[in-house]
């Protein structure tokens, strides 16, 4: 969150601390300002708001999204959908961009932004889920998003990949052992 960030970046400050990482950082004007005055800024995992600069460590959303779209079309997936991320988080836009992409000119996708929890992708499976006569190809931002997706499948009757196709992102640790149903892009840490 925010305030906690910029609480946080003052607490560095006071600190002294001779350089900092930031896994994840919210645009703020406490962080540009920080950013201005400080030159040992890392950003980890997502690159920084338009108009900073500073080194980023990280992967290429863009290339990401577009390997599952090319993914999708070479298997010849059907009703492709895309549950991504908030716009606002540049990683989100540039994995969705990417897939829409790899997916090629005039692919028609349903799109449902969302938050990156399993509560989401399993409100999203109700509202997309509710015709179980249509197979769908699901693309979804993170694994989180995606357990929650199968779980309001499951509660429907539908299985994966049969009825429902469901591809993730992250390959969260835990998929070997908990969801060896999900396909996901794995993002090395």
Known sequence: NAVQQDRLLADAQGLRARAII???????????????????LIFVNRRPAQGIVAPYVGIDNFQAGFA????????GYPNPVAIHGPRHYSGSTARLDGFLAGLGEGASVRQFESAYTMQAGYDCAQTLLADPAKKYSIFCANDMIAYGLH????ER???VPEDVIIFGF??????????PW????????
Do not use: C, M, Y
């Open 22 to 40: 930031l896994q994840g950082a919210i645009d703020t004007p406490r962080l540009r300002e920080f950013v201005a005055q400080h030159r040992n």
């Open 68 to 75: 599952v779209g090319r993914h999708f079309v070479e298997r």
């Open 151 to 154: 779980r309001g499948a499951v």
């Open 157 to 159: 009757g539908l299985t």
């Open 170 to 179: 992250d390959d969260n640790r835990l998929n070997e052992w908990l969801a």
């Open 182 to 189: 999900l396909s996901t892009v794995k993002v090395p840490a």
